[in-house]
Structure formats: structure tokens, C-alpha cells
């Protein structure tokens, strides 16, 4: 069965350094999304991405974030200057096409910012 | 901006028992609702979801309400079994928007 991954699984860096999540979306998948859920609190929007662009993102998506799919299969969230406060669960999702359609989870990449 | 609330924050059942998850809406434009599951050390897969037009819908042990006039939608799961111990995530959103809006989930546990 098809399925969104994502490396590290964990990454533990240090408060300022950049970190770059990497996600592979199902493969002709359209439409990209990342999640973060801080310990314990609900899953949150960042970002959308479809046909190279960015189609929407949220007040957490700042000048820190940003996001790329350098080829055909990555699809990338790079954090500029870490701060304790980025420590989360980041998912990556992805959906074959827009409106409601089911969107495929990847299993999480913890991000801890020390 | 768009807000979904989510009750009860855990729930504890007995094996066999019926579960029962109830999530409101705030944005009169959302007409597509997920459910999620997550387990531990897992991302969120979906289990089933509904769309405005329909006001229930079933998938074996699982079923789905929505009340659209009352911005309420619930997830029923019958006959619990181990394997449902999980949080569950209600969710909204609308067709022509990228994202879903997350409840805060519920920690279900199945009792023995």
C-alpha cells in the first residue's frame, strides 16, 4: 500500500541551527501539506503546496519556514533558526487531488530544539 | 477563525461497550469532516469521514453523525474492541480550502 514517509524520524538540534524535514509523498500525489502537533496539544496547519507553489499557509508559517520539492519525489520543511519553541511532531501530508478528498499522513518526524 | 471543539478529552470504556466522540464547528462554509486515528509513535489515518450532504454514515463498528444546522458531528464506534485504544481527531474543512482544522483529540482505552 502506498504510503507518505518521512526522515528522521527524530532530530534533536540546537537552539539557531537550521534543520530541513524531508517527506516523500505518494508518488502521483498532487497536493502537499505539512502538520506539526506540539506534546500532547492538536494537530495544527503550517503550510500547502501544489503545482510549485505555495496554495496557503498559517500564522505559525513565518519567515523561519520554508518549503521546497527540489525534484520529483521530496518534498522538503527547512527551519531557518530553531527555537525551543519549534520542538514538535512534524507530518507531512499528501492528496491525490483538492476538495475533499482523504489526505495520507506520513508518520512524523519529532523535532526537539535544545 | 475556523475552530473545532472536541469532547471528552479521554474517554475510558469497557471492552464491548459503545464509544462516543462529539465534535462542534464554527465555520458555516465547512462541508467535509475526518475522522482520524492516531496510535502511538504513529501519524493521524483517517477511518472515516463525512460530507454535508449526508447526514450518517457507517463503516462496520464505526458511524459518522452530522447536524449541519447545529454544527455538531459524532463518531459512534459499537462494540469497542483492544485495537481501538488510540486518539482519535475529528476534523473540518471545505472544498475549495487546503487545509483540515484538527479537534484536540480523545485518548480512547478500551478496558478489559
Known amino acids: 500500500e502506498p504510503e507518505v514517509t518521512q526522515t528522521p524520524s527524530h532530530q534533536v538540534t540546537q537552539m539557531g541551527q537550521e534543520v530541513i524535514l524531508r517527506c516523500v509523498p505518494i508518488?502521483?500525489?498532487?497536493?502537499f501539506y505539512w502538520y506539526r502537533q506540539i506534546l500532547g496539544q492538536k494537530v495544527e496547519f503550517l503550510v500547502s503546496?501544489?503545482?510549485?507553489?505555495?496554495?496557503?499557509k498559517s500564522e505559525i508559517f513565518d519567515d523561519q519556514f520554508s518549503v521546497e520539492r527540489p525534484d520529483g519525489s521530496n518534498f522538503t520543511l527547512k527551519i531557518r533558526s530553531t527555537k525551543l519553541e519549534d520542538s514538535a511532531m512534524y507530518f507531512c501530508a499528501s492528496k491525490d487531488r483538492g476538495g475533499n478528498t482523504e489526505a495520507f499522513f506520513g508518520q512524523g518526524t519529532r523535532l526537539t530544539v535544545v | 477563525g475556523e475552530n473545532v471543539e472536541q469532547h471528552p478529552s479521554t474517554l475510558s470504556v469497557q471492552e464491548g461497550d459503545s464509544a462516543v466522540i462529539k465534535c462542534t464547528y464554527s465555520d458555516s462554509a465547512s462541508n467535509y469532516f475526518p475522522w482520524y486515528k492516531q496510535e502511538l509513535g504513529k501519524g493521524p489515518q483517517l477511518i472515516i469521514d463525512?460530507?454535508?450532504?449526508?447526514g450518517e454514515k457507517k463503516d462496520q463498528r464505526i458511524a459518522v453523525t452530522l447536524n449541519k444546522t447545529a454544527k455538531h458531528f459524532s463518531l459512534h464506534i459499537t462494540e469497542t474492541q483492544p485495537e481501538d485504544s488510540a486518539v482519535y481527531f475529528c476534523?473540518?474543512?471545505?472544498?475549495?480550502?487546503?487545509?483540515?482544522?484538527f479537534g484536540s483529540g480523545t485518548r480512547l482505552s478500551i478496558r478489559p
Open positions: 508518488s502521483n500525489h498532487l497536493y
Open positions: 476534523a473540518a474543512s471545505y472544498s475549495s480550502a487546503s487545509k483540515i482544522i
Open positions: 463525512i460530507r454535508s450532504n449526508v
Open positions: 503546496f501544489y503545482n510549485n507553489e505555495i496554495s496557503e
